[in-house]
């Protein structure tokens, strides 16, 4: 009880939900109405002190449903306190059938039900109780007046006796009351509970992108877990058993205008580290401190169970550079080399502090691989540009660095050595001016290749086609390239696929000797599929490897391993040696991720 009627979880209703929600109401409301006057008219001998009235009241109700109804088709959004009008609607009209009808023994006591099923569904528990709350001090009223009040004998002089409608009838009618409000409200909160959960997980998560760095996407998630919360400051710390590792602390904090949060991070050395990673209880992922008191209250595990009887004390020096009044704390270990633990300081939503410390701990362990995934994707693309750059320099030695030493020593024989005619001085300085276009050919190609494509995604195509077309007329190799269907890939995915043509196209030049190159990209089944072919010599081995059977006997090429990597794409080679060579890249297409 005390997790529902706490603040909520901020979940954002969507206008189309809105209206779908209060679209059911009004068919279940109309239903109500068109029973009940089915209802009476089947059943005639069923009287009550004004039986006219009654029926022209339920006949009033069932044409102020159809209207709602009617209008509710009509509208695509609910506007705004419209729902607040029609919930006080739906209390007021059971208690003004109610009275007119032999009280709280009436047949009409549904609609006091269905009130508080539409507050519940409109909002939550908290407001379903105080529907409830008003239901049955109208109905008390109702009662009273009935017995003791003028309203009976100035309109109906039935001549209750006192207490027949504030006996067992009544008594009872509460009684369900108070079990339907609570257990309604109960579900249906707790429905709404797990779709906010869910729904802030989902948009947490989603903060984390390759594009936008590790220490931006970090900033971002950061940032919404405390205002999710609600509170005023967060802390991470995180460390790395890498050898150039170390332990860093993030800070988000609320400014004092609780719209805005300031965000920073600072390199701590073993000292300052001791002060946040202090011992935790034997199998505890999580404790809650209450009150400012560094002894703690709530100890969970991992599965979110509470542990009883642990204890857990906070250093000093973390107490007087922390204070606080409710400290959450909770270890996030996702991978060997590296562990973190989050610390929220005043949490303000979330329900109970047990319940706010067991979501705390879920949402970090499902928000922290999406984290995690923006940490390797980064270091992949650091370790690939660092192979390139090796990649680059080796060229440079063995091709253009060699060319420039030949060339020198050529101009010096030809400077000092023996006399020539004018012919043979004339073929020299031919040949040599044939090797410096060679070589500023090849360090131009170089140079393109190390260029970073920026383009714009939506022009894949045409960034691939006309890559390809130079490759043929720079190179002399006969090169085509087919696309069979409309692409639409994100921006990071499409600079990786021309890195991947890139450096295939390179590869063929200076490795395969192939007369004949086909770069094709298409869409089959769920994936986008890249294919380079080549009738050159093909690689060392023959047949088909998959990239997992590349890295086992590291074979293949490096930087399209990398980059086929850094995109969650699968590289497959088939190699027929003597033949040719034929390498497929194939990327899944992402699909919309559903919230139920």
Not at 9 to 17: F, G, K, N, T, V
Not at 54 to 80: D, K, N, Q, T
Not at 413 to 429: F, I, N, S, V
Request: charged share 20%.
């Amino acid at each position: 009880m005390l997790d529902f009627l706490s603040p909520r979880l901020a979940l954002r209703q969507r206008p189309a939900e809105m209206i779908e929600t209060e679209r059911g109401l009004a068919i279940a409301r109309a239903a109500l109405a068109l029973s009940s006057l089915a209802a009476l008219h089947l059943y005639p001998t069923e009287t009550f002190p004004a039986q006219d009235l009654v029926f022209g009241l339920i006949l009033l109700y069932a044409g102020h449903a159809i209207a709602l109804l009617v209008l509710l088709l009509r509208w695509s959004e609910v506007p705004r306190r419209f729902s607040w009008l029609v919930q006080t609607a739906d209390i007021l009209w059971p208690c003004v059938i109610s009275i007119f009808s032999n009280g709280t023994v009436n047949p009409f006591f549904l609609y006091f039900i269905f009130a508080l099923l539409a507050a519940a569904f409109r909002w939550g528990m908290l407001e379903a109780v105080v529907g409830m709350v008003i239901a049955m001090f109208a109905m008390a009223a109702e009662a009273f007046a009935l017995n003791y009040g003028w309203f009976n004998h100035a309109f109906f002089n039935h001549g209750f006796t006192a207490g027949s409608a504030l006996g067992a009838a009544f008594t009872m009618r509460i009684v369900y009351l108070v079990i339907f409000g609570l257990l309604i409200g109960y579900f249906v909160e707790a429905e709404k509970r797990r779709r906010a959960e869910a729904t802030s997980i989902s948009l947490i998560s989603s903060k984390a992108r390759v594009d936008a760095g590790l220490k931006t996407s970090l900033q971002a998630v950061l940032q919404e877990i405390l205002k999710l919360f609600r509170g005023r400051e967060l802390l991470l710390l995180t460390r790395e058993e890498a050898p150039n590792g170390g332990v860093n602390l993030w800070r988000v904090a609320t400014l004092e205008n609780d719209d805005e949060v300031n965000f920073s991070w600072r390199h701590l050395d073993d000292a300052q580290a001791k002060t946040y990673l202090f011992d935790l209880p034997a199998q505890g992922e999580g404790t809650a401190w209450l009150g400012g008191n560094p002894r703690n209250a709530i100890t969970i595990d991992r599965d979110g169970k509470r542990l009883r009887g642990s204890e857990c004390y906070l250093p000093q020096q973390f107490i007087s550079r922390h204070p606080f009044g409710r400290l959450f704390t909770s270890s996030i270990l996702f991978a060997p080399d590296i562990s973190c633990r989050i610390f929220l300081f005043e949490p303000r939503v979330g329900g109970r502090p047990e319940t706010q410390l067991r979501f705390l701990r879920d949402l970090s362990n499902r928000v922290a691989p999406a984290i995690y995934n923006v940490y390797l994707l980064r270091r992949l693309r650091s370790r690939a540009a660092a192979a390139e750059r090796a990649r680059v320099a080796k060229d440079l030695h063995d091709g253009v660095v060699q060319s420039l030493h030949a060339l020198a020593f050529r101009l010096y024989a030809l400077r000092t050595g023996k006399r020539m005619d004018d012919a043979e001085r004339t073929q020299e300085l031919l040949d040599l001016q044939e090797l410096v276009q060679k070589e500023a050919a090849s360090l131009r190609g170089m140079i393109q290749q190390l260029q970073p494509p920026e383009f714009d995604p939506r022009s894949l195509v045409d960034v691939l086609s006309g890559m390809v077309e130079r490759y043929r007329y720079d190179t002399g190799i006969t090169a085509k390239f087919v696309c069979e269907s409309n692409v639409n890939l994100p921006a990071s995915s499409a600079r990786e696929i021309v890195g991947i043509v890139q450096e295939a196209l390179a590869n063929v030049l200076k490795h395969s000797g192939a007369e004949n190159v086909l770069v094709r990209l298409g869409a089959q089944e769920d994936a986008w599929v890249l294919t380079i072919e080549d009738d050159g010599r093909g690689f060392e081995f023959s047949g088909r490897l998959s990239q997992l059977e590349l890295e086992r006997i590291r074979r293949g090429p490096l930087i399209i391993k990398l980059r086929a990597r850094a995109i969650g794409a699968e590289l497959t080679i088939e190699s027929r040696p003597g033949q040719g060579s034929r390498l497929e890249i194939r990327l899944p297409q992402p699909v919309p991720a559903n919230i139920a």
